[in-house]
């Protein structure tokens, strides 16, 4: 795929929704350029509002993180250590240093928090396996915001467009439906984004970190936590170093499984409030 | 404020940590970032939730078990048992519906929370429970005044009286549940200070319930040792939770209830309708110890919320809630 240019997958027209098939995202920083072109691409063809706009003063990225007004996000991570085998400065004792960009976007969770979270049934699992939010059923409760375990869905506050309501990426579900690619993986010059079956990519990944480690890139990982509750995302990334420099939990869970305690120590409760009450009235009548 | 002194504390400030913080020049990045995880950006969401959650959680709580202290007191109380009722309807059917609408980012399409059913969802299980609540507790209600007011004499009054019996038992069985699910609700989040606390909030936000429903009923005049009896038991089992708080502690993951001012938001709630509440139940300044519940409770909820917007913003508490 890699190196394909206008061949690739990226450009292709596909059929993808009308045949179910699963499909994903993978997000590679070794060959991201850090243009913010996804980000634009996604802002401009989702018609997604303006939020404001801060300096942050960190590195390049005035963005900060996803949220409902932000559904790629390219984040600018700097590391005080070495990029691969690159030489490093012009003379000896120089301090090691590299500037790695990777494109953040929603995980497309296998077993999805807020789609699990949300009472209204507005998040959905599509055709192609990516979670929707339909804005229409949407009410505003904001349960999903605190179930998501990335951070990724949030509820757009006052006084922007369709305010009230959560929002995150859509993985371009229009655009798929029509054979088009997401917009993010359409513009991507250095094709860091790449859009496609789940299960070529996966293999392409795997063939991507191996490369990469066996060209000096010691830390080269993929982000995919399928040890977890999450089960696997549909939106993995390739890392150059540890998760939590990217902003990512390592062992990500989906809170669902917190359920089953919580449950048993309410209903607990409530036998034990009905007991304590009834014998307050038996015995103190 | 410009002045030489300024500019050598700078020079200090620079040379001593080797960056300079200030006013949109939040350098954390320069060179090295110096904050935990991406810039410090936090790794969940906070919640969005504003101050009519708490509060519902605390009208939800007295509304549920009031119900079932309507339930518990109609066979000998029955002047208590409508009391309850009206306490149940008025908190758990007016308003806490009302506060949860409010706070919708859509209050228009609040309907749609009864769209599907889903039992892994707490919030949809919660609205389901708080409907059914409202379902049984407002026809119980109508059906205890007609019987008390002896308004159809004979037989319907009989039926009413059997009717009543059937609609405050349902309003008990789901009040148990309007009360002590809210900490279901947000035990079982992405947010750490919350999950790592799942088996104590359900029987926190529960029986603080049924404490401040003792308490409202001994405030409007029902001084009787039943309602005492729930005042310390209620009180006792806060008084063990904060214990067990502050002990079972969870390091940096849950150190927005340990070491920042939210946490001292619920540790002056849990002391008030804890400890407090108890001695003074103890030396029978009754209504004193109902006061002191009722605000505690109320105190305690707010601070759950506040601890969960600043859990929610660490990035730290989640890499270390991953240990647990």
């Keep these: 795929m890699i190196g394909e240019g206008i061949q690739s997958t990226n450009q292709r027209r596909h059929s993808y929704v009308q045949d179910r098939v699963e499909v994903g995202f ?6 991201c350029i850090g243009c913010k072109a996804c980000e634009v691409a996604c802002k401009e063809w989702n018609e997604v509002p303006d939020d404001g706009f801060t300096w942050s003063g960190n590195s390049y990225d005035n963005t900060g993180h996803l949220g409902a007004s932000t559904w790629r996000h390219v984040m600018f991570v700097e590391q005080d250590r070495q990029k691969g085998n690159q030489i490093v400065g012009s003379t000896n004792g120089e301090d090691p240093f590299r500037w790695v960009f990777l494109s953040d976007v929603c995980k497309h969770c296998e077993e999805a928090g807020c789609l699990e979270a949300c009472p209204t049934g507005s998040i959905v699992r599509t055709e192609v396996g990516s979670v929707l939010v339909q804005h229409d059923v949407c009410n505003g409760c904001g349960y999903c915001v605190v179930s998501c375990p990335f951070g990724v869905i949030d509820r757009r506050p006052s006084p922007l467009p369709d305010h009230g309501g959560a929002f995150k990426c859509t993985f371009c579900y229009d655009r798929q439906k029509s054979g088009l690619v997401p917009a993010c993986a359409k513009v991507c010059p250095t094709e860091s984004i790449v859009f496609g079956r789940l299960d070529d990519l996966r293999a392409h990944a795997h063939e991507r970190v191996q490369h990469l480690k066996e060209n000096g890139y010691a830390d080269a990982r993929l982000y995919d936590p399928t040890e977890t509750s999450v089960r696997g995302i549909h939106a993995f990334f390739l890392l150059l170093g540890e998760p939590e420099a990217y902003g990512l939990p390592p062992k990500p869970q989906v809170p669902t499984i917190y359920l089953k305690t919580a449950w048993i120590s309410a209903f607990a409760t409530a036998i034990a409030s009905i007991i304590a009450t009834l014998a307050a009235f038996a015995f103190f009548s | 404020m410009s002045t030489e002194q300024r500019l050598d504390q700078l020079r200090d400030e620079a040379y001593g940590k080797g960056v300079v913080a200030g006013r949109g020049v939040d350098v954390a990045g320069g060179p090295i970032p110096r904050k935990p995880g991406y810039y410090g950006e936090p790794v969940v969401r906070p919640p969005v939730w504003t101050w009519e959650v708490p509060l519902y959680f605390f009208f939800g709580g007295i509304a549920g078990m009031s119900a079932v202290i309507a339930l518990a007191s109609g066979f000998h109380h029955v002047d208590l048992a409508r009391t309850a009722m009206w306490v149940a309807v008025i908190a758990g059917a007016v308003i806490s519906p009302i506060l949860l609408i409010m706070d919708l980012g859509r209050p228009h399409l609040f309907l749609n929370m009864l769209r ?3 039992h892994r969802s ?8 708080l409907s059914a609540f409202g379902a049984f507790a407002v026809p119980g209600l109508i059906a205890l005044e007609l019987h008390a007011r002896q308004i159809f004499p004979g037989t319907p009054d009989q039926l009413l009286r059997i009717a009543a019996g059937i609609f405050t038992f349902g309003a008990a069985i789901f009040g148990t549940l309007l009360a002590t699910y809210t900490g279901v609700l947000i035990g079982a989040t992405a947010i750490p200070a919350w999950f790592l606390h799942r088996t104590l909030l359900p029987i926190h936000f529960g029986t603080a319930g ?9 405030l409007v005049g ?7 009896f729930l005042g310390y038991y209620a009180a006792a089992v806060e008084t063990a939770l904060l214990v067990w708080l502050n002990v079972n502690k969870h390091g940096a993951a849950d150190r927005a209830i340990h070491q920042h ?44 919320i506040a601890v969960g917007k600043v859990s929610g913003s660490d990035p730290e508490s989640v890499f270390a809630a991953e240990r647990y």
Excluded: C, Q, Y
């Design chain 1, 26 to 31: 993978f997000t590679d920083p070794s060959v």
């Design chain 2, 116 to 118: 599907v059913f889903k």
């Design chain 2, 122 to 129: 707490a919030m949809s299980m919660g609205a389901w429970i």
């Design chain 2, 210 to 218: 049924l404490g401040s429903a003792a308490a409202i009923l001994e």
């Design chain 2, 222 to 228: 029902h001084r009787i040792a039943a309602l005492n």
């Design chain 2, 261 to 304: 001012g939210t946490g001292w938001i619920i540790r002056i709630g849990e002391i008030l309708n804890g400890p407090l509440a108890l001695v003074l139940r103890f030396f029978g300044f009754i209504p004193w110890a109902a006061i002191s519940f009722l605000a505690g409770s109320l105190v305690s909820r707010v601070g759950w």
